[in-house]
């Protein structure tokens, strides 16, 4: 019974749909997991007992045709659930219970499935290593010296070490695809608007996509058909018929043009991340795809762009945490002013803090047009050349980083360098395109590497197929030993 | 452009956060290099580019406005550091 949770989730699916397993085994087997994985540090809060009760539930009065039929599930922490702590790795929300529930979430319990607990992530989803969490840096289950990824690092982590059978994360700049490339995981980041944003503790409103963690591509497209959807309390959800991608996955990608940017070769990019970018190319044109040298002009200035974007935002999202109507107040604090400002100082840590003054300043008189609305313009450049190419190709394959997971405390004393991480991702946040991370190798170390695919806007049924008949044809396998229990 | 310790002080006046005076010397390190690295975008000549505002190919709904919640105070009150019966207490503001 062990061995469920090493299986994909629509495996497990299929087992609850023919009553191999009950959901009240089911969550058993993987709060056993989770219990006997305390030193990943992927959880932030469990609902052990909240969990069994659905289960429980589930099974007294069992509903086999919903997408999700009584599977537990834990989501990153950023995702407000009703009566259960929200604290988005911060301590400035760290007694904090939201009333109500994020739209994401809510799908999901639509859907059959329940809350299992809630994972780790760097403070306000701010961070690729998951270093900057106030609950402490989340353990990679591939190695114990090495970073997860972040911001989604919980979610990457207890997917991998089979604490949950999918997952969901957040994806501002490469939080759902990079954490999914360092764990041998599928990321994808939806197209901007597919996913409602109500509910999920804001970052950076114009890039901030909620998406799918999982083992396989089809467990992808089976969480995406359940999260997503319209929202009429997200004025910027997309108002379309939800589509059924697990349904419409086809393994047949004969003909489809798929482009490959020269820009994303940069320097120092490790020979093994080539030659991984090389065997995929060659795995799509082996499967009948046709591969087209295309151009991304503005690709290097899309992490500069962001750096001025992101902060931008977040230090106007940011400002709601006063200490007053809820999270942490600091005990000091003479004044009104004073208060507000000692509680900001004890309740945010240093990448926070550092990202609302670069937004403060970039946003402040007399510097925004320098900024800002210089940032505003590159991102039009950014995405006119994503626009260009995808009049002759259907997607783009690019490596999802340019490493594996690296070790703890290497990069957290130079920011820019962490910030490096996202090269590859954050341009398609800027365009708001959907985009794929999976599996495809490893490195001489045996550390997992992805590669990204990314659609137009609104195609994520063709990233999926993509997905699914590189999946077949790849032939990796993510061999982690369970050296943490 | 460099940022040296006065400016960034005053940003964190702005940003309501109060910085250590035993952080400000990495705090400037820090954002000098990020600055830095976000200065590249100079090299661009960006005079004849429209700003992208808007990463959707539609522009904001409206709806009514009606009122289709309430009546959840306790529930609004409920995670506030400071409250009393029906409000949130701050510092005194007023002498």
């Not at chain 1, 969490?133 to 114990?144: E, T």
């Not at chain 1, 006119?384 to 997971?405: E, G, V």
Request: neutral net charge.
């Amino acid at each position: 019974m062990t061995e469920i949770t090493r299986q994909s989730l629509n495996e497990i699916i299929e087992k609850v749909k023919t009553k191999k397993i009950s959901s009240t085994d089911l969550t058993k087997a993987y709060i056993k997991n989770i219990e006997s994985a305390k030193k990943l540090n992927a959880f932030v809060t469990t609902t052990f007992d909240q969990a069994l009760d659905k289960a429980q539930q589930f099974d007294n009065k069992p509903n086999f045709d919903q997408l999700l039929p009584g599977i537990p599930l834990a989501v990153k922490d950023l995702f407000c659930t009703e009566n259960t702590k929200t604290t988005a790795g911060s301590n400035i929300l760290n007694n904090f219970i939201p009333s109500y529930e994020s739209t994401v979430t809510k799908n999901l319990w639509n859907n059959g499935s329940f809350l299992l607990g809630k994972l780790n992530c760097d403070e306000f989803a701010m961070g690729s290593s998951n270093e900057t969490s106030h609950y402490g840096n989340v353990i990679n289950p591939v190695g114990d010296h090495l970073v997860p990824g972040g911001s989604s690092g919980g979610s990457s982590s207890a997917l991998a070490a089979d604490l949950t059978p999918a997952t969901i994360g957040t994806d501002t700049g490469g939080s759902i695809r990079q954490p999914a490339s360092f764990t041998g995981t599928v990321g994808l980041k939806p197209t901007y608007g597919l996913c409602s944003r109500w509910g999920i503790v804001a970052f950076a409103s114009s890039l901030d996509q909620a998406g799918p963690m999982t083992k396989t591509i089809q467990d992808c497209a089976i969480m995406l058909e359940s999260m997503s959807g319209f929202d009429e309390k997200d004025s910027t959800s997309i108002n379309k018929k939800n589509e059924q991608y697990s349904k419409n996955l086809k393994d047949n990608i004969k003909g489809l043009k798929i482009g490959i940017p020269k820009e994303y070769r940069v320097d120092n990019m490790p020979k093994e991340v080539d030659e991984l970018w090389e065997k995929g190319k060659k795995i799509l044109k082996d499967l009948g795809a046709q591969l087209i040298d295309i151009s991304l002009p503005h690709t290097k200035y899309a992490l500069p762009t962001y750096y001025i974007v992101a902060p931008a935002e977040a230090s106007s999202n940011l400002a709601r945490y006063d200490g007053v109507r809820y999270g942490y107040r600091s005990k000091q604090g003479k004044d009104l002013i004073e208060m507000y400002e000692k509680t900001r100082s004890e309740g945010f840590g240093d990448e926070v803090k550092r990202r609302i003054l670069i937004g403060t300043y970039v946003l402040s008189s007399g510097y925004y047009d320098a900024y800002y609305l210089k940032a505003q313009k590159v991102r039009q450049l950014i995405k006119k050349d994503f626009d260009d190419s995808f009049k002759k190709i259907d997607a783009i394959l690019t490596p999802s980083t340019p490493s594996s997971a690296f070790k703890i405390g290497e990069k957290t004393n130079d920011p820019v360098s962490m910030y490096l991480n996202d090269i590859f991702t954050v341009p398609v946040n800027l365009a708001g395109l959907p985009a794929l991370s999976m599996p495809a190798g490893v490195d001489k170390q045996g550390h997992p590497l992805g590669l990204q695919l990314i659609g137009k806007a609104l195609d994520e049924q063709k990233i999926l197929n993509i997905g699914y008949a590189f999946e077949k044809n790849c032939g990796f396998k993510n061999e982690i030993k369970k050296w943490w229990s | 452009m460099s940022l040296d310790k006065e400016k960034i002080k005053n940003v964190a006046k702005l940003a309501r956060i109060s910085v250590d005076e035993a952080k400000v010397e990495s705090l400037t390190k820090d954002l000098n290099s990020i600055f830095k690295f976000i200065e590249q975008l100079n090299e661009l000549n960006t005079d004849k580019v429209e700003p992208l505002t808007s990463i959707l190919n539609q522009s904001l709904r409206s709806r009514k406005d009606e009122i289709s919640d309430g009546k959840i105070r306790e529930k609004i009150l409920k995670n506030s550091p400071k409250e009393n019966e029906e409000f949130f207490v701050v510092p005194k503001v007023v002498e």
